[in-house]
Each structure stands twice: as structure tokens, then as C-alpha cells.
């Protein structure tokens, strides 16, 4: 008989409970004014860094919103644990958004403990300035991957702290039950890299937390599947799934969708890049999507919006 290695799967631990405040998924407002910008800049391929938008310059300034989202994780022990995911794009945007939500008091406090950054592309991350100012040594992970633009940019935006670069497929602990994962990837505007939480609910199994999901959904609820102990339970997903961000369809999407029905997740809390369009396809299929109160400049009550909240656990 040949040799075989037993599947050996990571045990991350558990939490109890796990509550998600979507900050602002409202990347932006404008589809159109996006993407003429992007167009004028030489298209996809361009550097983001090429494009004069907020903070870097003065480019529709109006139209920069952004991407994050305050996670507060309860362990085993009953220690509450928060952390700020992403930290959008346009100051006065996230500075508003911030100051309605409590974050900047959070942050002034110290009670957040880190600021996770899934990726490096300009909604979920150039509004850096909002989070330091309030808390310039909070610790930070970035994706492998990440511009030397990205990193002089953080540094003078006045951050003191430690910066961890998470390296692709090498699981980091952030504490008992919640994990970050870094997946290489390549995507639209030359962004590389992109972190992924992944938590572990007691009784009820795995939450992904994603911001934009440039990896593909699929891959990312494989990853969990076969990596962490429980991982054939996924409870919940969290975020943008880059599905149909400028509302575009096609017999790919809608496959996808199919593809998607077969891991029966009891609770999607899909946002941002998803696209209305997904979301509906989600809906119709009978998924059990999280529904938000279109509020606070989220355009969709399809979904969690900004000052929505999902409770786990």
C-alpha cells in the first residue's frame, strides 16, 4: 500500500461571537466619473498612483467615498477584541463616516488594535490619514505585494507603528478564532496581494471577511475548506465579492451564482463590489443575504450598507 500524509488541517481556535459595523462599502458614487478617469489615465493597466484623485490630488474630489468596516470579535475567554478593516478613500468621506460611527473616538482611545488592509487599491486604503491622525501608532497589515508608493504613502501620512507585511499562504493568528490570510493575486490597476480574515464561530463554523475578493469567491471559500479545521462548514461571508462591480453580467456571473448556492452559507452580508446586480441574482436564487437600510449613502436596501451591522454567534 502507498503512503499517504494525513490531511493535516489548521486549528485556529474559536470565538464566541463575531459583530461586523459597515463603516462605508460606498466605494464611490459615480460608476461613469470612475471610470472616465481611469479611461483618461490609460485604463486598467495604469498605476493607480497615475491618477490624480484625492489625497494625491484634486481630480472629482466629490466622488472619492471608500471601503472599511470596525469587526469585534468576543473570544472564548469573553475578551473583546476590535479591529478596523480597511480605511477607505476620501478624507473628508471617512472623516464623516468615522465621526458618526464613534471609530475616531475608538482610535483617539486606543481600543481598536489594528488596522487590517486588504489591498492596496485607492477605496480601501488611501484614506489612511483618517485612522492615523486619531491613532498614528496603531499596527498595521498590509498584503505582500504592496508599492513602494504604498508604503511612503503610509509613512507620510505619520504612522508610528509597527507594519507587518502578511505573506501569501502563511496564516497569521491575530488571536484564538480569527485568522488573516494573504493571497497572492494580480488585479486591475497593477494592485498585487490581497488579505483575507477568517474566523472561526463556536458551534456554528467558519466567517470570511473579505474587501474586495479579487482572489474569486470560489477560491477563497475552497481555501477555508481545505486549510482550517471546520473549514467544511462556512457559516458566513462578509464583504465584497467582485461579482458585478460596475453592474455588468454575463453567463459566467450567472454560473457563479449557481456555483455559490452549493455551499448552503447561512448568512451573506455581501457589499460593495458585489453589485447590485449579483445581489439580485443572490436574492432571486433564495440566498439568505443580510438586507441593509440604504442610509448613509449606500444606494441598495439589498444589502448591508453604511451603519448596517451583522451579529454571529
Request: with cysteine.
Amino acid at each position: 500500500m502507498a503512503n499517504e500524509t494525513a490531511k493535516q488541517e489548521l486549528d485556529i481556535g474559536a470565538i464566541r461571537r463575531l459583530k461586523i459595523l459597515c463603516i462605508s462599502e460606498t466605494g464611490w458614487f459615480d460608476n461613469d466619473t470612475l471610470l472616465g478617469d481611469i479611461k483618461a489615465a490609460g485604463g486598467m493597466s495604469a498605476s493607480q498612483y497615475d491618477i490624480n484623485w484625492p489625497p494625491l490630488g484634486n481630480l472629482h474630489p466629490t466622488n472619492s467615498a471608500g471601503s472599511s468596516a470596525l469587526i469585534e470579535a468576543e473570544d472564548l475567554n469573553g475578551t473583546v477584541h476590535k479591529i478596523l478593516f480597511d480605511t477607505g478613500w476620501g478624507p473628508e468621506w471617512m472623516d464623516r463616516r468615522f465621526a458618526e460611527e464613534g471609530i475616531d473616538k475608538l482610535l483617539h482611545h486606543g481600543d481598536i488594535e489594528c488596522l487590517v488592509i486588504s489591498h492596496e487599491h485607492f477605496d480601501h486604503f488611501w484614506g489612511i490619514g483618517s485612522t492615523l491622525k486619531h491613532c498614528p501608532d496603531i499596527p498595521i497589515y498590509i498584503p505582500h505585494g504592496f508599492h513602494q508608493q504604498g508604503l511612503d504613502f503610509i509613512k507620510q501620512r505619520g504612522h508610528t507603528g509597527s507594519l507587518i507585511t502578511v505573506q501569501p499562504d502563511q496564516p497569521v493568528l491575530l488571536f484564538p478564532g480569527f485568522a488573516l490570510v494573504n493571497f497572492k493575486m494580480a488585479t486591475l490597476l497593477q494592485v498585487q496581494g490581497e488579505n483575507v480574515l477568517y474566523a472561526n464561530i463556536h458551534d456554528k463554523g467558519i466567517a470570511m471577511l473579505t474587501g474586495c475578493g479579487h482572489t474569486g469567491v470560489i477560491n477563497l471559500l475552497e481555501y477555508a475548506r481545505r486549510t482550517f479545521k471546520g473549514g467544511n462548514a462556512i457559516h458566513a461571508v462578509y464583504g465584497g465579492l467582485h461579482i458585478s462591480p460596475f453592474e455588468e453580467w454575463s453567463e459566467d456571473r450567472e454560473k457563479l451564482i449557481q456555483a455559490l448556492g452549493d455551499y448552503h452559507i447561512e448568512h451573506w452580508g455581501c457589499n460593495h463590489c458585489t453589485g447590485i446586480k449579483a445581489v439580485q441574482k443572490m436574492l432571486e436564487a433564495g440566498f439568505p443575504v443580510a438586507r441593509g437600510s440604504a442610509r448613509q449613502g449606500s444606494k441598495s436596501d439589498l444589502f448591508l450598507g453604511n451603519g448596517d451591522v451583522l451579529e454571529l454567534g
